[in-house]
């Protein structure tokens, strides 16, 4: 596996969350990988094109290999923000800025290369071939190994995946929003042998009080005792019983959940108690 099973989100890590200090972000690194949780997902734009850098200087002092981990990041997010000359929020996927931002990246991040480069969000403006040449020049010289996207539909991964190959799109996915299982986003990109990644794997499940987690709530709480798992185990395990080979982005600091999260993938749900988790979600059987 290039990517480890449960990945590491750290939008949360720095300003926009926790605001771990140095020293807290080298422990929890080492907590993740000597729990099996070595890929690590960034953004350029998390904490306000902040956090990168802050996870780049304690991984310097982490003691960690380089070749122990994975690093991914993202690009094409222009937000209005101190650390940016932007007078409104939008996307820049030219062949210039591509190459300037992941460069950014490895120089905040402080590797020599990105093990997966992600276009963040797709731009009604953006060009194929332009793409192309950033993401070619990109890997000759080195800079990424894998790339990929974020938030793309299958024609619009069609558009890019004709001059390059795509490796990976990041989605939102959980069982309050999975509509990428029936929009044909998964059938395109298990067809495709496209790895696909899950935001938010969690949902609204812990947000929101209403009816829907009312009746997710009871479903999971009647099968807890059978697995001998948390709520939040549950709808992981559900995830990733999905033929996909959906790889979940926790994006939790809490070591104790970290931990939770990976011996979900030893859950093997039964085939019924998993359409019953969807029932519980949908408010109606299947068709």
């Given at each position: 596996?290039?990517?480890?099973?449960?990945?590491?989100?750290?939008?949360?890590?720095?300003?926009?969350?926790?605001?771990?200090?140095?020293?807290?972000?080298?422990?929890?690194?080492?907590?993740?990988?000597?729990?099996?949780?070595?890929?690590?997902?960034?953004?350029?734009?998390?904490?306000?094109y902040?956090?990168?850098?802050?996870?780049?200087?304690?991984?310097?002092?982490?003691?960690?290999?380089?070749?122990?981990?994975?690093?991914?990041?993202?690009?094409?997010?222009?937000?209005?923000?101190?650390?940016?000359?932007?007078?409104?929020?939008?996307?820049?996927?030219?062949k210039?800025?591509i190459?300037?931002?992941?460069?950014?990246?490895l120089?905040?991040?402080?590797?020599?290369?990105?093990?997966?480069?992600?276009?963040?969000?797709?731009?009604?403006?953006m060009?194929?071939?332009?793409?192309a040449?950033?993401?070619?020049?990109?890997?000759?010289?080195?800079?990424?190994?894998?790339?990929?996207?974020?938030?793309?539909?299958?024609?619009?991964?069609?558009?890019?995946?004709?001059?390059?190959?795509?490796?990976?799109?990041?989605?939102?996915?959980?069982?309050?929003?999975?509509?990428?299982?029936?929009?044909?986003?998964?059938?395109?990109?298990?067809?495709?042998?496209?790895?696909?990644?899950?935001?938010?794997?969690?949902?609204?499940?812990?947000k929101?009080?209403n009816?829907?987690?009312i009746?997710?709530?009871?479903?999971?709480?009647?099968?807890?005792?059978?697995?001998n798992?948390?709520?939040?185990?549950?709808?992981?395990?559900?995830?990733?019983?999905?033929?996909?080979?959906?790889?979940p982005?926790?994006?939790?600091?809490?070591?104790?959940?970290?931990?939770?999260?990976?011996?979900?993938?030893?859950?093997?749900?039964?085939?019924?108690?998993?359409?019953?988790?969807?029932?519980?979600?949908?408010?109606?059987?299947?068709?």
């Amino acid at each position: 596996m290039k990517y480890s099973r449960l990945i590491a989100g750290t939008m949360t890590w720095g300003s926009w969350g926790k605001q771990l200090s140095k020293k807290e972000m080298a422990a929890l690194m080492n907590f993740c990988v000597s729990n099996q949780i070595t890929t690590f997902d960034h953004a350029d734009i998390y904490g306000a094109y902040t956090t990168e850098a802050d996870f780049g200087n304690a991984f310097a002092d982490s003691g960690l290999k380089r070749e122990a981990i994975q690093l991914i990041s993202k690009c094409g997010i222009q937000d209005i923000s101190d650390n940016r000359n932007n007078s409104v929020k939008h996307y820049n996927y030219s062949k210039d800025y591509i190459i300037w931002s992941a460069e950014e990246s490895l120089q905040h991040l402080k590797t020599d290369y990105l093990d997966l480069l992600l276009l963040h969000r797709p731009s009604p403006l953006m060009v194929a071939e332009e793409i192309a040449e950033a993401i070619t020049i990109l890997k000759k010289e080195g800079k990424i190994r894998d790339f990929g996207v974020s938030n793309f539909t299958p024609s619009q991964m069609d558009m890019i995946g004709l001059r390059m190959d795509i490796d990976v799109n990041q989605i939102e996915f959980s069982l309050t929003e999975h509509s990428a299982m029936h929009d044909g986003t998964l059938d395109y990109l298990k067809t495709c042998g496209i790895k696909p990644m899950a935001w938010s794997p969690l949902g609204s499940i812990f947000k929101d009080d209403n009816e829907q987690n009312i009746r997710i709530h009871k479903q999971l709480s009647e099968l807890k005792d059978k697995y001998n798992a948390t709520e939040d185990q549950l709808l992981l395990a559900w995830i990733m019983k999905h033929p996909a080979n959906i790889h979940p982005v926790v994006g939790t600091t809490t070591e104790e959940r970290l931990k939770l999260s990976v011996e979900a993938a030893k859950i093997e749900l039964e085939l019924e108690d998993w359409f019953l988790i969807l029932v519980a979600a949908q408010g109606h059987k299947v068709p």
